[in-house]
């Protein structure tokens, strides 16, 4: 059932955000005074004028980046109760910190741009989402079994956050959000060379 769900959910993704911004019709017109200056994903998001727009790329992406960052957050606070390597715990802990910042930031901007507070990727597995069952298997063994299995998770969620922040940095239209895409990318390539490093 996954399977099929994340298939159909790519595709729908992929082409909203290779499409969405053709109709050259925002969807919502909301303030954006200036971006955010949290650490991490946030970290260099740029001043955006009270004119700008949200299209429908925009508000694509940031609801399924919130979906995203919401699924791989339980992951990272497992690690420091189901390993010892320091190495680990530093990666999770700098991660974790980074993406709590991206989910603030990209909640948000959702609610500027007038999108409904709802999730509507809830109960959907789709590439880069761990599932409850991944998440009952994480709390099922410790040491370096964890460690491949998370990152294994990580790996994936990082990969796809990339794959889908260079889409909105593409085709998205509102300035903070753009810039916002550009973060993850710079930063999701960065982690995964870590990780590569953690997990060779």
Do not use: K
Request: proline share 6%.
């Amino acid at each position: 059932m996954r399977a099929l769900v994340s298939a159909s959910m790519s595709l729908f993704l992929a082409a909203l955000l290779v499409t969405a911004c053709a109709t050259g019709s925002p969807t919502t017109t909301a303030p954006s005074t200036a971006a955010p200056s949290a650490a991490g994903l946030a970290g260099s998001v740029s001043p955006s004028g009270s004119a700008s727009l949200f299209s429908s790329t925009d508000v694509a992406w940031l609801q399924l980046t919130v979906a995203m960052n919401e699924r791989l957050l339980p992951v990272l606070d497992m690690v420091p109760g189901r390993t010892t390597d320091p190495a680990w715990q530093t990666f999770a802990a700098r991660l974790g910190t980074a993406h709590r910042a991206g989910l603030s930031t990209a909640r948000r901007l959702l609610a500027e741009s007038g999108a409904p507070a709802t999730n509507p990727h809830e109960g959907h597995d789709m590439p880069g989402m761990v599932t409850e069952q991944e998440l009952t298997t994480l709390r099922s063994v410790t040491g370096v079994a964890f460690q491949r299995l998370a990152g294994q998770h990580v790996r994936a969620h990082l990969q796809q956050a990339v794959r889908v922040a260079t889409a909105e940095q593409r085709n998205g239209v509102h300035p903070a959000t753009t810039a916002l895409a550009a973060e993850v990318v710079r930063a999701g390539d960065a982690e995964l060379a870590r990780l590569d490093r953690l997990t060779p």
